[in-house]
């Protein structure tokens, strides 16, 4: 009888032996406690990571040439508030489309002005009326990639008003700003080379409905 429960105990002990191999097999490192595993052994857990703002524009505010109908003469900025997009007018039923970001609800603003000044690389000096909105803004702040002017500004009359780029890309298409246009910075930069001195800029109200007229071109 001793015989057989020496057999026994060998079977169970093959077989405990086994299962382990093939655990060890299919996982090498699961044998091993945390504490007891080399740097190089131990097992990564997969991290959760928050889904971070997106930097890039949705599709639709990225630039593009678009059908447009309008009355305006080529080479006429035309903002369309409610929208959040910036028209340049070709000709021929045709505009070249960019996304923009406007001012936000009690700073919106309408009517016709004309592109007084071009500045690349804008200084920013917030005028009295936001500085007294917002006591904690810099007086005065250098133009470079931290500037929220951004890379290009256009002024618009002798308004407060602006065209500009910003260095908040994710803030297109919202209505964000105290009633100036912002742009992205490659965007404001094309924008900038087309145009000059004297164009002439539309700003629709935003009480405007959408013009289900302009369709992106095939």
């Known amino acids: 009888m001793s015989s057989i429960h020496a057999l026994r105990s060998i ?3 093959a077989l405990a032996g086994a299962i382990l191999t093939t655990a060890a ?44 109908a309008t009355h305006e003469a080529p080479g006429t900025i035309v903002i369309d508030t409610p929208n959040t997009y910036l028209y340049l007018v070709l000709g021929n039923g045709r505009a ?5 970001g406007v001012g936000r609800e009690g700073f919106t603003w309408s ?10 690389w804008p200084d920013w000096t917030p005028p009295p009326e936001m500085l007294e909105r917002q006591p904690y803004l810099p007086r ?31 803030t ?3 209505r964000v700003s105290s009633g100036c246009i912002r742009m992205v910075n490659e965007d404001v930069m094309d924008l900038y ?12 109200p935003i009480e405007r409905h959408a013009d289900m007229r302009a369709h992106a071109a095939q």
């Open 25 to 68: 097999s299919a996982n090498p490192l699961s044998l091993l406690a945390p504490d007891r595993q080399t740097p190089d052994q131990r097992v990564v857990q997969p991290m959760f990571e928050p889904q971070r703002p997106a930097t890039e524009q949705a599709a639709r505010f990225k630039r593009q040439v678009v059908d447009y």
């Open 96 to 100: 070249l489309r960019y996304g923009i």
């Open 193 to 204: 080379g087309r145009v000059n001195v004297g164009t002439k800029v539309v700003v629709l």
């Open 172 to 174: 297109i298409g919202g």
């Open 140 to 170: 005065f702040m250098a133009g470079g990639p931290g500037n929220p002017l951004g890379a290009r500004a256009m002024y618009l009359g002798g308004t407060v008003y602006r065209i500009h780029g910003t260095n908040a890309p994710e």
């Open 111 to 120: 009517g016709v002005q004309t592109v007084t000044r071009k500045t690349e």
């Open 11 to 13: 079977a169970i002990s």
